[in-house]
């Protein structure tokens, strides 16, 4: 008994007692955490796209989905989830091989997916004559493969080539019927720009930066195109290489699905 009669509770001294978590709790609790964990790696290291246009035939076709590699090429704002800016620059960058097909923001608006293939990398000359790409002044060698059919742009029939670049990477491109007899305009100032895309100017890639062009090369806004948006196209804007097709609303072969990109 205290001096004031009344007995005094211990509890009271202890203040207020907290519920204590069960083990069931805090597995809940870190395996949330780890599939969270989990997530965002996954999708800092993969992402799917969607094609919605015919610049890149015949490679890939509208309605394919691919998985892109966002890791490829190292990490920048534009491959993390929702373009996160979490630091500025690229870290872990690696340049993208010539013949890459890749991802990237497109510079004018970076809220808009753009997606092309490396032709030209730092420090490269690079022109369109004829419909000819030259690197360095060396043409890449076109062979005839017959004709393509496209039902998302006019003409109907385009003709097929197989284009190697100088490192042995080759694959298909389509081109409108040339003319016969057609005269290349294209001129020898980097400064200028011409309205024909199959005969250009030199374009000379600065440091940092790549040239890019779609396959479809007469229906395609890219490195070559005065209002494209995309020019010389910046590496920070990558957002990763473009690896497997997984789908395609395109139901006229299912050849496609799973298909690598190349």
Not at 135 to 161: C, H, K, W
Request: net charge neutral; charged share 25%; aromatic share 8%.
């Amino acid at each position: 008994m205290s001096e004031t009669g009344l007995e005094r509770d211990p509890s009271a001294e202890r203040g207020p007692v907290r519920p204590k978590r069960n083990r069931a709790t805090l597995l809940a609790i870190g395996g949330g955490a780890l599939v969270a964990l989990v997530v965002l790696l996954r999708l800092a290291a993969f992402e799917p796209f969607n094609i919605p246009s015919s610049s890149m035939e015949p490679s890939l076709e509208v309605g394919d989905y691919v998985v892109v590699e966002t890791y490829a090429y190292g990490w920048s704002r534009y491959s993390l989830p929702f373009g996160l800016p979490l630091f500025q620059g690229r870290i872990f960058s690696r340049l993208p091989e010539r013949g890459d097909i890749v991802v990237f923001r497109q510079p004018a608006n970076p809220r808009v997916d753009f997606i092309k293939r490396v032709i030209g990398l730092p420090g490269d000359k690079v022109q369109l004559r004829n419909g000819v790409v030259y690197i360095n002044d060396v043409a890449v060698p076109q062979t005839r493969e017959g004709d393509y059919r496209s039902n998302f742009m006019p003409p109907d029939v385009l003709e097929r080539y197989v284009e190697a670049l100088p490192e042995g990477v080759s694959y298909e491109i389509v081109l409108r019927p040339r003319r016969v007899g057609s005269a290349p305009t294209a001129c020898d100032d980097p400064r200028r720009h011409t309205n024909d895309a199959e005969n250009t100017c030199p374009f000379e890639v600065p440091a940092g930066h790549l040239f890019v062009l779609g396959d479809n090369r007469d229906n395609s806004a890219d490195s070559r195109i005065v209002g494209s948006g995309v020019g010389m196209l910046p590496i920070e804007n990558l957002v990763g290489r473009a690896a497997l097709i997984v789908f395609s609303w395109n139901g006229e072969s299912l050849s496609r699905v799973l298909k690598p990109v190349r």
